[in-house]
């Protein structure tokens, strides 16, 4: 029979500690679940310790009308500060803000520290460090984004974003001046940005199969690609209507393009030994008509289509 005194007990105990815990949890509902308790013939009561004049109130679990753990204290700034714990280990787990935010802490009595955040707009700010030395370490958004700071406690600043796309980016800079230097893509680019925060440009994209392009800082346009097999592309023109005006192969040889974007055509190729080889026709389909070699002397070609 003790056992099952014991038992119940237990979960008259549990009850009033959940209740105490729901943040919807009131005066008068209080005195109403003591109603209940002791009509039931238990001992447990939540006791009520009213404030004066709108003073801070505290919740206790008494036994007997003796004060025994804190269960609740409500500030003068309507702050509520939940507990957890036998009398004597009483220890602080969880307040909740005027405002609607929620704060959640672990470690025992007296060195409570504060591990998590969640604010009434969403989101969750989570937090690392002992008591008094908590430093935010990463937030996550609602729209799945995850930011991850660094930093002693008050200083801390952004270092990476994760995307829910999978997209990472990184940032450089102190707190509140924080800019982008990076961003990996989840195909493998790596695009390479300078500038204050704010006003960062592409300066460079690293692509998966190991070309790199190159951008201009003035029009943000792409200037420049140097492939794996070690020839470089040239472009000339603004942000989007880029066009390919020279390629420099491994060999030495200089092909030389005109025409707008998508319409690119060699019309001169210069090889090592100073020969320039004159082309016509469409892109995709030109053909060289003259060769000037350094001696001086002229050759003229009939219908022979380039092969790149």
């Known amino acids: 029979m003790r056992a099952a005194a014991g ?13 105490a815990a729901d943040h919807r949890a009131s005066d008068d509902g209080c005195r109403w679940l ?4 002791a009509a039931a013939g238990s001992d447990l009561r939540v006791q009520i310790w009213e404030p004066p004049h709108d003073g ?50 672990e470690g025992e009595k007296g060195a409570e520290r504060l591990v998590r955040v969640i604010p009434l707009t969403g989101g969750v700010a989570h937090f690392e460090g002992e008591k008094g030395t908590e ?41 509140g001046i924080e800019r982008v230097v990076r961003v990996v893509l989840p195909d493998g680019c790596v695009r390479h940005y300078e500038g204050e925060k704010g006003a960062e440009w592409l300066v460079r994209t690293a692509l998966p199969d190991g070309s790199v392009e190159q951008f201009s800082v003035k029009s943000g346009g792409r200037v ?23 390629m420099v192969l491994p060999d030495g040889s200089v092909q030389q393009y005109e025409d707008e974007k998508g319409a690119e055509r060699c019309v001169r190729v210069v090889l090592p030994d100073g020969t320039v080889m004159h082309c016509e026709g469409e892109k995709g389909a030109e053909r060289r008509v003259r060769a000037v070699l350094p001696s001086g002397s002229v050759h003229h070609f009939k219908d022979e289509t380039l092969k790149f």
Do not use: I
């Open 7 to 19: 038992e119940t007990r237990f979960f008259e105990e549990r009850l009033m500690r959940l209740f």
């Open 135 to 175: 430093r935010c370490v990463r937030v996550a958004l609602q729209d799945g984004s995850m930011r991850h700071l660094e930093g002693r406690r008050g200083a801390e600043r952004l270092v990476r974003m994760v995307l829910p796309d999978g997209s990472v980016q990184q940032y450089e800079g102190g707190k």
């Open 56 to 105: 801070p109130s505290v919740w206790s679990l008494s036994v007997k009308g003796e004060k025994d753990a804190m269960l609740r204290y409500v500030g003068p700034d309507r702050d509520v500060r939940h507990y957890e714990g036998e009398k004597g280990e009483v220890r602080l787990v969880r307040a909740v803000l005027a405002d609607g935010s929620v704060l959640h802490y």
């Open 224 to 246: 420049r690609v140097v492939r794996p097999d070690g020839s470089v592309d040239h472009f000339e023109g603004e942000k989007g209507a880029e066009r390919l005006v020279r």
């Open 34 to 37: 003591n109603t209940l308790y």
